[in-house]
């Protein structure tokens, strides 16, 4: 049996018809710019999962650059993150010249660690920027303690972790704001760039609107350096699509989480946990193994499709290098990279797959 590790031509298949339908009204009434579908979706982002306003952009990546300009970040300043995610996590606050502080993770959810952020701060320190792994909440609670103890900016990374809870509430409405991917191969996908923007502060709510559009609170009229970072009306029409399935695909990447945990026997794994304070999405299904190469090799044998995420950590990438972390400064996070390999978990996989993944896993 074949398990490819993604395979989105079977979600993209199923809403063909009502997708090409959706671009094709957008494409005749020539709505490419933000305009009618982007509305719609924001309004409807916001109203599934309770936040007073979202701003679609133009990509994952944009939102966190309006993260740290809302936040005030610049050069001199320091910024707290985790080093086990994508770069963009990281691109936001270098884009604004100031410097992210890389700190250890949790060894059990693999977020950042709260106990690792109170060490790290310094007088330059001006903000924290959290990710949301994999679609598990961090441990908000204890990460806004700190950040109210400091006065710092919390930006919550949500790219993987749309639908998340932390505590019951929204992942994105907890800290100063939270930003969203809509990459194609996210929970929540576009056919395409696309991503968002929440907060609960309506004033860092309307600098970004007003960053989002050339500084520009009307036409002609720009009173602040700003960019371009609207999301087109293609992304906005097929999103508005498949936020109405979204909750359906959320259970079915549950259900898959569960067999996966009540099936995987193999000695020496470890799988991840189920955080008592949150809901996770799981983007991903990630488990960490001693012979974690060979183990892929096995799988691959098997049929199985595999993938590593991340491979490298953010502190000892080369356009890091400058900041001077050694191998072994950030251990936790290493040996996370090192030992990781994720499973297929995507809601179009059968049971009968998931089983195959779990007995090829276990017969390594």
């Known amino acids: 049996m074949k398990v490819p590790f993604l395979d989105l031509k079977l979600q993209h298949q199923a809403i063909r018809t009502e997708v090409l ?41 944009s939102p966190l650059h309006i993260a740290s300009l809302c936040g005030g970040f610049g050069p001199g300043d320091e910024v707290i993150t985790t080093p086990f995610t994508f770069a963009s996590s990281c691109w936001g606050i270098s884009y604004v ?20 952020i109170a060490q790290a ?62 990459y194609p191969t996210k929970n929540l996908g576009g056919c395409g760039e696309g991503g968002a923007f929440v907060s609960k502060h309506p004033a860092v709510m309307d600098k970004a609107q007003l960053l989002r559009v050339h500084g520009s609170p009307k036409r002609y009229l720009h009173t602040e350096v700003g960019f371009n970072f609207r999301m087109d009306g293609f992304q906005g029409a097929v999103l508005n699509i498949k936020l109405k399935r979204l909750a359906v695909w959320t259970a079915r990447r549950r259900a898959i989480a569960a067999q996966y945990r009540a099936g995987l026997k193999l000695a020496a794994v470890q799988l991840p946990v189920v955080p008592a304070y949150g809901e996770s999405v799981w983007h991903q299904f990630t488990l960490l193994h001693p012979r974690r190469d060979d183990l892929r090799v096995h799988l691959e044998k098997c049929g199985v499709g595999t993938e590593i995420i991340y491979p490298g950590p953010m502190h000892r990438q080369p356009c ?18 090192a030992t990781c390999v994720s499973l297929p978990i995507f809601p179009e996989l059968t049971d009968a797959q998931v089983d195959h993944v779990i007995k090829s896993v276990n017969s390594f």
């Open 21 to 61: 339908a959706a671009l094709a009204d957008t494409y005749d009434n020539t709505r490419f710019c933000l305009g009618k579908d982007v509305e719609d979706f924001e309004r409807a982002f916001s109203a599934t999962f309770g936040y007073a306003r979202t701003l679609g952009m133009n990509s994952g990546t």
């Open 97 to 116: 010249g100031a410097k992210p502080v890389f700190v250890d993770i949790d060894p059990d959810a693999w977020c950042i660690s709260p106990e690792a």
């Open 121 to 182: 701060i310094t007088p330059r320190t001006k903000g924290i920027v959290v990710v949301h792994i994999f679609g598990q909440p961090a441990r908000m609670d204890e990460i806004m303690a700190i950040a109210r103890q400091h006065k710092l900016f919390v930006v919550e990374d949500c790219a993987q972790a749309v639908g998340a809870t932390y505590r019951g509430a929204p992942v994105g409405s907890i800290g100063d704001c939270g930003t969203f991917s809509f």
């Open 320 to 337: 890091y290098a400058s900041l001077g972390y050694a191998a072994g400064s950030l251990p936790v996070a290493e040996q996370t990279s």
